[in-house]
């Protein structure tokens, strides 16, 4: 479980004791850029300004950068573009076997904002149906995970289905002509393929396994900025809070933003999980074993160690 509560107040502490006399800090950036996806706390936190109004006083304004999916943002990242974002769990995993310059800040679970999805009236009944099929999702995202999870549950390998490594937009259109056989997916495309384009899920996320978010920095900047790194997620906190009791508002807001159906937004938002906090050992060990998982297929080119980069604002 993670022990929310003693995250956020050792983060605000932290925040407040580096950020108070920010002002006359030479060190002190003059931008923070934020790697976002049009969906979650993120998304929630631009429309509030509450990053804005945070920094204001420091002399800190906040550019917000549109991806998407994770793997540019982490690209971005590390060449020095973005500071801070929030991806699934697969993401990280490619980028830190590349040597990517990232570091884990904080984690949110993930419950049933994705799955796979079927066509109704197709033969794919189970998960065991999956096998000789063509599966679309992209490549080092979380749906790449949910795909590998869903596999290990039915007892199939990798080599048993045929990827199609796809975007979310190039997924839908995929599986609306019936060029993929099932299609992994998160929120709110997962909702659009359920509610508009008439498909059925086949798993969610949790039907198969554990799978998380995170909040991710820039390795560099999380080093010279710690304090600002615990004060960045502690205002976001405040806006996962907001999240978790305004499930409703959150639908409306992202249908404003995205244009996508306020029915499908707010089905995405009831099913989501808001909430940030420390990245506790199980969070830890349920990544690591995601990377072994990747490794062991040959996806990524090195194992790698998790917990390496796994920041904590102590040991900067």
Request: proline content about 5%.
């Amino acid at each position: 479980m993670i022990d929310r509560r003693r995250f956020l107040v050792t983060s605000a502490v932290a925040a407040f004791s580096g950020l108070a006399g920010a002002p006359a800090n030479a060190q002190a950036p003059t931008e923070l850029r934020i790697g976002y996806q049009k969906n979650g706390v993120l998304v929630v936190a631009r429309e509030q300004a509450v990053l804005e109004k945070r920094f204001a006083a420091s002399g800190i304004t906040v550019t917000w950068l549109d991806f998407p999916s994770g793997p540019p943002m982490l690209e971005a990242m590390n060449a020095g573009s973005v500071d801070f974002g929030q991806v699934g769990d697969t993401p990280p995993i490619f980028a830190q076997a590349g040597g990517a310059k990232i570091v884990y800040v904080a984690g949110q679970p993930i419950t049933n904002g994705q799955g796979i999805l079927v066509k109704p009236d197709g033969d794919i009944r189970a998960l065991a149906d999956l096998k000789g099929k063509r599966i679309g999702f992209t490549k080092g995202s979380s749906a790449h995970n949910v795909v590998l999870l869903a596999l290990e549950k039915a007892g199939l390998q990798y080599s048993d289905i045929t990827p199609v490594y796809l975007s979310p937009p190039d997924g839908a259109a995929a599986f609306a002509r019936d060029s993929i056989d099932a299609w992994a997916v998160w929120d709110p495309y997962f909702a659009i393929g359920e509610v508009k384009g008439g498909g059925r899920v086949l798993a969610k996320a949790s039907d198969v396994g554990k799978t998380n978010s995170f909040y991710i920095a820039n390795r560099d900047f999380a080093v010279r900025f710690p304090q600002l790194v615990s004060a960045i997620i502690d205002a976001l906190a405040k806006s996962a809070d907001w999240a978790e009791a305004h499930r409703d508002q959150v639908g409306q807001l992202m249908a404003k933003i995205t244009g996508v159906d306020v029915d499908i937004q707010t089905l995405a938002a009831q099913r989501s999980s808001f909430a940030i906090g420390e990245l506790t050992d199980d969070i830890v060990a349920t990544q690591q074993a995601v990377a072994d998982r990747f490794f062991h297929l040959g996806l990524i080119p090195r194992q790698i160690a998790v917990r390496e980069a796994v920041w904590s604002a102590s040991q900067s």
